[in-house]
């Protein structure tokens, strides 16, 4: 894909709406920008439909301006909270059925590197925990066992927050929630380790508390899954609504759970994808 694809054909400025003409002028399409540069340039999410504090839309937002390449990007996501988000996402998206994304995701991947074989075409998946962990555990796991050069990011809110506040595989032990009111009776499921003994030659968890490491973590899985295999970012997102904290309150929280161990920023570089992104930085210079 190149700008003319998305480019206002002459005569038609005046017809469209404001905010595509500035997504075409000031968007960050074939451009180096990264979060530093957030607030200064029309961005590929701004106003969306979650609830106010919502980590997920936050870490999505900050996703999406650490894609290296969104014009030749494609989502694709599941049914849950950030599915309510992705009609106002300036980037080419598939709402998948709940579960089957990385299946989706495999056969689209497939069918670009078949149709543009000389450029970089990325395919990265986008869920909740329960599409990613629960219910599309099949499809997400068989995925990296046949080694598709896919990135799969999970956007963990400790539940099924779309209907209701449900316990899922990733909420903690003793958590007290809808259908769990006794308290969850089984520990957090390690899924980072679960990505790496299923072949994830890269994996990273990180949240939006430290917007350059989860830039640095999208990035390069991104880029790793392009030439060596099948990536994992795992992006803590805490949901104010159904675990009750203010809004406000939501990077404060990740840095209590942070503090207490429940959540820890990690990375994992398999030695071919460490190899690989020490080639990149040296030819960056």
Known sequence: MTRRMFKISAGFEEVMPPEYRELVEKGPFEKQLGVAELGTFKELLEEHPLCAGCGLALSLRLTLISLPSPEDTVIVGATGCSSLAFPQVAVHNIHSLFGNQNAVATGLKRALSLRFPDRAKDVVVIAGDG???????????????????????????????????????MSQLGTVLNMAPMGKKFKKVAFPEVAK???????????????????????????IAR??????????TPCPTNYKFKPADTLSVIREQEKAGLFRPDEYLSPEAAAYIQQLEEAKG
């Open 227 to 236: 030439e060596i295999g099948p990536t994992y970012v795992q992006l803590y």
């Open 197 to 223: 003994a299923a072949g994830c030659v890269y994996v990273a968890v990180a949240a939006p508390h430290q917007p350059r490491r989860l830039e640095r973590s999208v990035r390069r899985a991104i880029l």
């Open 131 to 169: 599409a990613t962990c629960d219910i599309g555990l099949e499809s997400v796991m068989h995925s990296w066992f046949r080694g598709e050069k896919l990135t799969t990011i999970m956007l963990d809110n400790e539940a099924y927050a779309n209907t209701g506040g449900q316990e899922s595989g």
